[in-house]
């Protein structure tokens, strides 16, 4: 850049500067708007902030802040109630900071396992997330090389929302506060946490479910599939109503299920609002002459609209009549697929399905058949250890894991962590990843470990722990001259976000799985500090093992039937129906953790006293409200929290570093150079670096997806990214098709 264009530049940037101030001139006016009438509205008699702050767009403690009287009766101390605001938590007085450090729990330093025999038990971590030797370990680069760190404004809130999750990283340090984790209570209250629930297991089931007949709609084209019958429909408008109409016109009443596999009929009217879960509510809850919601169905808890902004559930009921509309995209992505295809792919799922499972039914979602398929693996045989059932964890435990175990790493770097002109971007996708963490997992109840009793522990039994399925409150200080990516989660601002600090010699409190501890502390570079706080040490068994083991079976066959079927629609369904299986375990997994049960519904305008009390609004138009309510956890026999953490904890630890058995191999983001690595996304990595690591197509192994040529730059927003990432995968399809062509000349 020459003088001339530098004072252009300097030019260019006032003018940014006078725009930025008048917009955000306008956007002061309408918050002190919005301020006024949420003070206005907090003066009425039965104002309640849960209602006000999803309307003003503001959290419920914004609220109360704007009107003090809203505020509830002070909570009493318990797990989940964080401790009070302290003045300066960002810069406050040197005393005030002091005492807070005085105050700070005493942790209990865990070993440097790289210096430790491995235990002959501990499959659980080794088949989660293997790193090599220390004598292959790479040294860390010296300080110099770390990139230069800067203080930076926090993200707004509405970041939290995006598909990042909250968890794109600028290079520079977060400065607002972040959440408050809960913690286990001190002595005999929480001793008494780490049990199960009474009479509560998860147990063999002694019926086998009823099937229910489909029915497969391209809302596009209205091309409609029932068994062989292949016909065109009028939808109309794309309503529920005329979507029902249609359909029941042309198949019989026992059809029970309806999946669109194109056109999103439930998108129609997006553009009409703000948010497209608003626009979802609309759709669902818009009139269906002769049907009404289902209110209930015998045992089944499912009942009701599930209002999702791109995977909704529709659920009417006629008379005795009972249907249900829902998105084929739960199972997998039709990849454009016709509606006979995608019916085909759900008749090769379960005939694959039924060589292992021979009373398997399909159930409406992934995640529901995971979980029934998952039922019938549990042990019936008497004296087997587990045949009386899988003990539940305790409400209290499934509460702590439901707050403190995130699921997959969602994570951007921008510069200067990363170039600002990136040579290239290769995207790596670890091949139906989770299939590889499900060989050991924790069950019974579990034994609570404090900082005291793990500092009495012998090193052996320390690493032992360490070895073993468990969840640690841990207090974390990043090694000096640490120059690469976070290992473990910290709590971000933003409801569940997390994010991987990595600043050398920063320190931070948080939970995290067995699995990552213990990379942490034998990761190829340099063992992070880890101080015990608590933690939770189960026994080590297999009851995801045989469930997991079918499914890749199944997988892996229907892999083999979309390369050699000669029927080039019969490959399509295959392809298909082997994401389905993915979808069954990757969803099953999550089902099992199990969440505050949210209950949807929606309310004629004009009739808010019907609304449930406690029910937050989430939704408005012209005709209803739409409300969800947080009625806390069920009893639920099948749930099982402490196994997708274990599962989630160990496919994050080797997202950073495994060991190919095999081909004698370390693979992941930490054996890529240091700054290399463009982002994460769950089970992808997206790095400058083109590796060089084998793959056999088998569960964990690195799939090189895309490859964009540089330079190019990098990307500092979702949409950015996301452009990226669809170019990359283009010119590598287009690399390798050119490439198959030349061969076969």
Same mark, same amino acid.
């Given at each position: 850049?020459?003088?001339?264009?530098?004072?252009?530049?300097?030019?260019?940037?006032?003018?940014?500067?006078?725009?930025?101030?008048?917009?955000?001139?306008?956007?002061?006016?309408?918050?002190?708007?919005?301020?006024?009438?949420?003070?206005?509205?907090?003066?009425?008699?039965?104002?309640?902030?849960?209602?006000?702050?999803?309307?003003?767009?503001?959290?419920?403690?914004?609220?109360?802040?704007?009107?003090?009287?809203?505020?509830?009766?002070?909570?009493?101390?318990?797990?989940?109630?964080?401790?009070?605001?302290?003045?300066?938590?960002?810069?406050?007085?040197?005393?005030?900071?002091? #005492?807070?450090?005085?105050?700070?729990?005493?942790?209990?330093?865990?070993?440097?396992?790289?210096?430790?025999?491995?235990?002959?038990?501990?499959?659980?971590?080794?088949?989660?997330?293997?790193?090599?030797?220390?004598?292959?370990?790479?040294?860390?680069?010296?300080?110099?090389?770390?990139?230069?760190?800067?203080?930076?404004?926090?993200?707004?809130?509405?970041?939290?929302?995006?598909?990042?999750?909250?968890?794109?990283?600028?290079?520079?340090?977060?400065?607002?506060?972040?959440?408050?984790?809960?913690?286990?209570?001190?002595?005999?209250?929480?001793?008494?946490?780490?049990?199960?629930?009474?009479?509560?297991?998860?147990?063999?089931?002694?019926?086998?479910?009823?099937?229910?007949?489909?029915?497969?709609?391209?809302?596009?084209?209205?091309? =409609?599939?029932?068994?062989?019958?292949?016909?065109?429909?009028?939808?109309?408008?794309?309503?529920?109503?005329?979507?029902?109409?249609?359909?029941?016109?042309?198949?019989?009443?026992?059809?029970?299920?309806?999946?669109?596999?194109?056109?999103?009929?439930?998108?129609?009217?997006?553009?009409?609002?703000?948010?497209?879960?608003?626009?979802?509510?609309?759709?669902?809850?818009?009139?269906?002459?002769?049907?009404?919601?289902?209110?209930?169905?015998?045992?089944?808890?499912?009942?009701?609209?599930?209002?999702?902004?791109?995977?909704?559930?529709?659920?009417?009921?006629?008379?005795?009549?009972?249907?249900?509309?829902?998105?084929?995209?739960?199972?997998?992505?039709?990849?454009?697929?016709?509606?006979?295809?995608?019916?085909?792919?759900?008749?090769?799922?379960?005939?694959?399905?039924?060589?292992?499972?021979?009373?398997?039914?399909?159930?409406?979602?992934?995640?529901?058949?995971?979980?029934?398929?998952?039922?019938?693996?549990?042990?019936?045989?008497?004296?087997?250890?587990?045949?009386?059932?899988?003990?539940?964890?305790?409400?209290?435990?499934?509460?702590?894991?439901?707050?403190?175990?995130?699921?997959?790493?969602?994570?951007?770097?921008?510069?200067?962590?990363?170039?600002?002109? =990136?040579?290239?971007?290769?995207?790596?996708?670890?091949?139906?990843?989770?299939?590889?963490?499900?060989?050991?997992?924790?069950?019974?109840?579990?034994?609570?470990?404090?900082?005291?009793?793990? #500092?009495?522990?012998?090193?052996?039994?320390?690493?032992? #722990?360490?070895?073993?399925?468990?969840?640690?409150?841990?207090?974390?200080?990043?090694?000096?001259?640490?120059?690469?990516?976070?290992?473990?989660?910290?709590?971000?601002?933003?409801?569940?976000?997390?994010?991987?600090?990595?600043?050398?010699?920063?320190?931070?409190?948080?939970?995290?799985?067995?699995?990552?501890?213990?990379?942490?502390?034998?990761?190829?570079?340099?063992?992070?500090?880890?101080?015990?706080?608590?933690?939770?040490?189960?026994?080590?068994?297999?009851?995801?093992?045989?469930?997991?083991?079918?499914?890749?079976?199944?997988?892996?066959? =229907?892999?083999?039937?979309?390369?050699?079927?000669?029927?080039?629609?019969?490959?399509?369904?295959?392809?298909?129906?082997?994401?389905?299986?993915?979808?069954?375990? =990757?969803?099953?997994?999550?089902?099992?953790?199990?969440?505050? !049960?949210?209950?949807?519904?929606?309310?004629?305008?004009?009739?808010?006293?019907?609304?449930?009390?406690?029910?937050?609004?989430?939704?408005?138009?012209?005709?209803?409200?739409?409300?969800?309510?947080?009625?806390?956890?069920? !009893?639920?026999?099948?749930?099982?929290?402490?196994?997708?953490?274990?599962?989630?904890?160990?496919?994050?630890?080797?997202?950073?570093?495994?060991?190919?058995?095999?081909?004698?191999?370390?693979?992941?983001?930490?054996?890529?150079?240091?700054?290399?690595?463009?982002?994460?996304?769950?089970?992808?990595?997206?790095?400058?670096?083109?590796?060089?690591?084998?793959?056999?197509?088998?569960?964990?192994?690195?799939?090189?997806?895309?490859?964009?040529?540089?330079?190019? #730059?990098?990307?500092?927003?979702?949409?950015?990214?996301?452009?990226?990432?669809?170019?990359?995968?283009?010119?590598?399809?287009?690399?390798?098709?050119?490439?198959?062509?030349?061969?076969?000349?």
């Amino acid at each position: 850049m020459d003088s001339k264009a530098y004072s252009a530049g300097l030019a260019d940037l006032r003018t940014l500067r006078d725009e930025i101030k008048v917009l955000r001139k306008e956007l002061d006016a309408l918050e002190g708007d919005r301020d006024r009438a949420v003070r206005e509205l907090g003066s009425h008699a039965k104002a309640n902030p849960d209602r006000i702050a999803p309307a003003a767009g503001l959290t419920v403690g914004e609220v109360v802040a704007l009107v003090p009287a809203l505020r509830g009766p002070a909570p009493t101390s318990g797990p989940d109630t964080p401790p009070p605001a302290q003045e300066g938590v960002a810069g406050g007085s040197a005393p005030a900071q002091a #005492a807070q450090a005085i105050a700070a729990p005493v942790g209990a330093l865990a070993p440097d396992l790289r210096e430790q025999p491995i235990p002959a038990t501990a499959e659980a971590v080794l088949e989660s997330a293997e790193v090599p030797d220390v004598e292959q370990a790479a040294t860390v680069a010296e300080p110099a090389a770390v990139a230069e760190v800067v203080p930076q404004e926090s993200e707004p809130a509405a970041a939290s929302a995006s598909a990042w999750a909250g968890a794109t990283v600028r290079a520079q340090v977060q400065v607002s506060v972040e959440r408050e984790l809960p913690s286990i209570p001190a002595g005999e209250a929480g001793d008494r946490w780490a049990a199960v629930t009474a009479n509560l297991t998860s147990k063999r089931p002694n019926f086998t479910q009823q099937p229910r007949a489909m029915a497969f709609l391209d809302a596009a084209s209205g091309v =409609l599939v029932h068994r062989d019958q292949v016909v065109r429909v009028d939808l109309g408008g794309g309503s529920a109503a005329e979507i029902l109409a249609a359909v029941y016109a042309t198949v019989p009443e026992s059809v029970e299920r309806i999946y669109i596999t194109a056109g999103d009929p439930w998108h129609r009217d997006a553009a009409r609002y703000p948010f497209l879960r608003d626009a979802v509510a609309a759709w669902l809850n818009a009139d269906v002459p002769g049907w009404q919601v289902e209110a209930s169905r015998g045992k089944d808890r499912l009942a009701g609209h599930l209002v999702h902004p791109r995977n909704p559930v529709g659920r009417w009921q006629r008379g005795d009549q009972h249907t249900e509309i829902r998105n084929v995209a739960e199972w997998f992505d039709p990849d454009g697929a016709d509606p006979a295809i995608v019916r085909d792919a759900f008749v090769l799922l379960w005939k694959q399905l039924h060589h292992l499972w021979p009373d398997v039914v399909l159930m409406g979602s992934p995640s529901q058949t995971g979980r029934d398929l998952w039922s019938r693996t549990i042990p019936s045989k008497a004296g087997s250890k587990w045949a009386d059932g899988f003990p539940v964890m305790s409400e209290e435990i499934r509460g702590l894991l439901h707050a403190t175990a995130g699921q997959g790493r969602t994570e951007l770097f921008q510069p200067p962590q990363v170039p600002a002109q =990136l040579p290239q971007l290769v995207e790596f996708d670890r091949t139906f990843a989770y299939a590889k963490h499900v060989w050991a997992s924790g069950v019974g109840a579990p034994q609570r470990v404090t900082a005291a009793s793990f #500092a009495a522990w012998s090193t052996k039994e320390q690493t032992n #722990a360490l070895f073993a399925p468990s969840h640690w409150h841990i207090r974390v200080t990043v090694p000096e001259g640490w120059n690469h990516v976070g290992i473990l989660p910290a709590p971000a601002p933003g409801e569940r976000a997390w994010h991987y600090p990595h600043t050398p010699g920063q320190s931070f409190t948080t939970w995290a799985g067995g699995a990552e501890v213990n990379l942490a502390l034998r990761n190829p570079i340099a063992p992070w500090r880890i101080e015990i706080l608590d933690g939770l040490l189960w026994e080590s068994g297999t009851p995801l093992r045989e469930w997991g083991t079918r499914l890749k079976d199944s997988w892996g066959a =229907l892999q083999a039937m979309s390369q050699i079927h000669v029927d080039e629609r019969q490959r399509f369904a295959a392809r298909l129906a082997s994401r389905a299986v993915r979808s069954i375990l =990757l969803y099953g997994i999550g089902g099992f953790a199990q969440r505050p !049960r949210i209950t949807t519904g929606s309310t004629p305008i004009g009739q808010e006293s019907q609304v449930p009390a406690g029910a937050q609004i989430i939704g408005m138009d012209t005709e209803r409200i739409t409300w969800q309510r947080n009625t806390g956890f069920a !009893r639920d026999p099948y749930a099982h929290p402490e196994w997708s953490a274990g599962v989630w904890s160990a496919a994050r630890a080797a997202l950073l570093s495994s060991r190919m058995r095999e081909d004698d191999v370390s693979v992941g983001a930490l054996h890529l150079p240091p700054g290399a690595v463009v982002a994460f996304r769950t089970d992808a990595i997206y790095t400058t670096a083109d590796a060089t690591w084998p793959y056999h197509g088998q569960p964990g192994d690195y799939l090189k997806k895309g490859h964009l040529s540089g330079p190019v #730059a990098a990307p500092t927003t979702e949409e950015e990214f996301f452009a990226l990432q669809a170019a990359g995968r283009l010119q590598f399809a287009q690399a390798q098709a050119e490439a198959g062509t030349q061969a076969g000349r």
